[in-house]
């Protein structure tokens, strides 16, 4: 859905023509249009890389975007469930985990850790400098990172992706997120872990964009 540079400006286009149609019901809109920026900068991306331009701006933009999807992913989870105390309580701790893995790319490294160390041949987390490239099914990400990327950003990515809404009406969705996750790094093997990352992307439209458009009917589905 978005292994192209044409399918990521039309999917970009797409969710914010979404965006537009479920407003005001900004905890929909607005990931909508969070995804869409993703989506695009993607495009981007690859037109860059097609005229041999540097990348190294637009992933970092990437890595910034990634350290946000947390927060995003739980606004648009908290439109199904209304206990708000709690949703900003997840906001709070999302911004923060956000704020703090964005110092983990080495161009922000303000505490000075050390460099990371490669794992394996697929770590694109700990490469020579920020650049994208145009991997085996879809473009990928390559990132210089200290050395606390490793255990803390992977598990706790996914964690504060999928587990807060396990506890809420939302729960359902959670499920979905995270079986989707599963499809994909089973599906996709072998390849790096940046690419793997950048697949989600189809995730907005296959996932986000449909529950946006029809929220009314899920949400008499969710208990």
């Known amino acids: 859905m978005c292994f192209s540079k044409s399918q990521s400006f039309i999917n970009a286009i797409i969710l914010v023509i979404g965006s537009i149609y479920v407003y005001p019901k900004y905890r929909l809109s607005i990931p909508l249009i969070f ?110 990172t200290d050395n606390t990327i490793y255990p803390y950003f992977d598990p706790a990515l996914f964690i504060l992706m999928v587990v807060p809404s396990l506890v809420t009406k939302s729960r359902l969705l959670g499920l979905t997120w995270a079986t989707f996750i599963g499809i994909i790094y089973t599906i996709f093997n072998n390849i790096g872990e940046g690419e793997l990352s950048a697949i989600w992307c189809f995730s907005s439209i296959i996932i986000a964009l449909p529950v946006a458009f029809f929220d009314k009917q899920i949400s008499k589905l969710l208990f």
Not at 47 to 53: A, Q, T
Not at 99 to 112: A, C, E
Not at 124 to 129: A, E, N, Y
């Open 35 to 144: 995804l869409a920026l993703m989506d695009l900068l993607q495009g981007l991306l690859y037109i860059n890389i097609e005229n041999n331009k540097s990348t190294r701006f637009l992933t970092t933009l990437a890595w910034i975007h990634i350290c946000f999807q947390p927060l995003f992913v739980n606004i648009f989870a908290s439109n199904f469930d209304k206990d708000f105390k709690y949703w900003n309580v997840i906001f709070f701790i999302c911004i923060l985990f956000a704020l703090h893995n964005i110092t983990i790319l080495k161009r922000f490294d303000i505490q000075n850790d050390p460099d990371c160390v490669k794992k394996n041949k697929y770590d694109d987390f700990c490469s020579k400098k920020p650049q994208s490239y145009i991997g085996k099914y879809h473009l990928g990400y390559k990132f210089k």
